[in-house]
């Protein structure tokens, strides 16, 4: 946990910003010191992917200043941004997919086709391979990106602003994606970072990580600066309550559900090839279901595909012991399915619509618990239920989604089908990129959902919110059940093993 130490290498000061007349941030001081790792925390729709945008040169701040080494700079552009010696590493990677690592690394976004013409393709590949292994890492530089995993694409990522002699790297939620294992790779690769002198600025929702990764931390609540602090100097409690603005209590750990009661969903000899093998598994009515592995084990396509999404090639499903058929994802509708899905961008929700239109107009309506709605004016408080029930933070429910915070996003994708009256839901990563308050209340919704008879089957990277949630753990290992875990027996070592394709 390296801490401060010489003069920061970027200071903000006062920076203030609004979006049409709604102050966002409020006159925030911010800074960070070469080799440091300063962390930025805050409950969704704080202020924090704001003020680096201002840093990156995404917006212009109303008022404040920037000083880069002492003097004072101006962003106004991204590219700015980037020749003062600033990186960002973006949760939503932006690399080429098809192009290779070292084309990522060394063309960016340049046209490659003129490029082919003179670079030194040998040479190049050469200086990805040692960048690459300077960060501990075997990723082949001729290998397409597309052929990577997510945790791959960001130390990508990092090698490219490395290449580009980044002085600082913002990394906004890198370890949201990532499962526990990949997420220590990150943080070595962060402290090596570090010990080159590089400035990072580091966000997150899990607290816990702080403590392993930075030097200070800053809470932003509502667009203010609340606090700074050696993180040696502070506690997990202490910046929970400094980021809600008062305690709040520990919420007893849920009791386990009654014992299962009828089957919901059954699938046998379940299997789609490259992604699962001979999958069989029995959701009951009331229970929830965990379902962990690392990334790429196939949880998400297994989770697509009983949501009718993909192609599958062998195997039966039941829904409420009934064999049925499910080739689209409206037949799984009809029957009674709702799938949360991870890609809140591309799959979830229609960003150019409104808050209320995502939430309430575009839900299923058969489904829709609120029915068929009689006016305009029912369809705003059923709105308005969900925006206080997860806490949503907007401006209002015209505003247009992808002006939201990225987890006020993801809490709209779940309000959508949390509330739409499904017998059985699946849901994958529902937590991702919501702050502590959100989740515990997310957790409540879930098992609310469970508690009136529905099923639930959930993937998460968070082995922490596996055992908080899940009355039952199935872990997968590539493409395949490799266990399964009754709640009292589950703990995180025992997770981690199946998960690896290790004996429990
Ligand atoms: N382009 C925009 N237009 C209007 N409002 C915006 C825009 N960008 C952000 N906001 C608003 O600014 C506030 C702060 O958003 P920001 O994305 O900085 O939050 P955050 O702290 O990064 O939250 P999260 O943890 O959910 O990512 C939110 O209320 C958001 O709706
Ligand atoms: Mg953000």
Redesign the pocket.
């Known amino acids: 946990m390296p801490e401060p130490h010489g003069p920061p290498l970027l200071e903000l000061r006062r920076i203030a910003k609004s979006?049409?007349t709604i102050p966002?941030l409020h006159e925030v001081d911010f800074d960070v010191c070469a080799g440091e790792v300063h962390a930025l925390v805050?409950e969704?729709?704080?202020?924090?992917?704001?003020l680096m945008n201002i840093v990156g040169g995404v917006h212009a701040a109303d008022a404040g200043e920037m000083l880069w080494e002492g003097r004072r700079v101006i962003a106004a552009t991204p590219r700015q941004s980037q020749e003062l010696g600033i990186s960002f590493v973006h949760q939503e990677l932006a690399l080429a997919p098809q192009l290779s690592v070292a084309e990522n690394i060394f063309l960016g976004s340049h046209p490659v086709a003129r490029l082919r013409c003179w670079v030194r393709w040998g040479e190049m590949e050469e200086r990805a391979r040692s960048l690459l292994a300077e960060l501990g890492q075997a990723i082949g530089p001729a290998q397409p990106v597309e052929s990577l995993s997510l945790a791959e694409r960001q130390l990508v990522e990092i090698a490219k602003a490395l290449a580009a002699r980044a002085r600082l790297i913002i990394m906004d939620e890198p370890t949201a994606p990532l499962s526990e294992k990949e997420a220590a790779r990150l943080f070595s690769v962060i402290a090596q970072l570090c010990g080159r002198g590089v400035a990072v600025i580091y966000i997150s929702?899990r607290l816990r990580e702080i403590f392993q990764v930075a030097g200070r931390v800053t809470v932003?609540r509502d667009g203010r600066r609340i606090m700074t602090r050696l993180v040696a100097d502070t506690s997990h409690g202490e910046l929970v309550s400094a980021m809600v603005g008062a305690e709040i209590e520990d919420r007893p750990p849920p009791s386990a559900s009654p014992p299962a009661a009828a089957e919901a969903l059954r699938i046998e000899g379940w299997s789609a090839a490259g992604s699962f093998r001979d999958i069989h598994l029995t959701l009951r009515r009331g229970e929830i279901v965990g379902l962990a592995g690392l990334a790429g084990a196939g949880r998400t396509e297994l989770l697509e595909s009983l949501f009718g999404v993909g192609e599958r090639e062998a195997g039966r499903l039941f829904v409420n012991g009934q064999p049925v058929t499910l080739r689209t994802p409206e037949d799984a509708v009809r029957h009674g399915l709702a799938l949360v899905p991870d890609d809140r961008k591309a799959k979830g929700l229609v960003l150019t619509g409104s808050l209320l239109f995502n939430l309430v107009l575009a839900a299923p309506r058969a489904h829709a618990r609120a029915g068929v709605f009689p006016n305009g004016g029912a369809e705003k408080q059923a709105g308005e239920r969900l925006v206080e029930a997860l806490r949503i933070?907007?401006?209002g429910l015209d505003q247009p989604v992808q002006?939201?915070?990225?987890?006020?996003q993801q809490k709209v994708v779940l309000g959508k089908w949390l509330f739409a009256g499904a017998g059985v839901f699946l849901l994958d990563e529902p937590t991702r990129?919501v702050?502590v308050r959100s989740k515990a209340d997310i957790y409540e919704i879930i098992r609310g959902l469970a508690a009136r008879g529905a099923a639930v089957l959930f993937v998460s990277s968070e082995l922490e919110e596996i055992l908080r949630l899940a009355d039952r753990i199935l872990v997968m290992h590539r493409g395949r059940i490799a266990g399964e875990l009754a709640r009292a027996q589950a703990t995180q070592e025992r997770i981690m093993q199946l998960a690896t394709g290790g004996e429990n």
């Open positions: 979006f049409h966002v805050g969704n729709g704080a202020g924090k992917s704001t929702h932003l933070k907007a401006a002006h939201l915070s990225g987890g006020n990129g702050d």
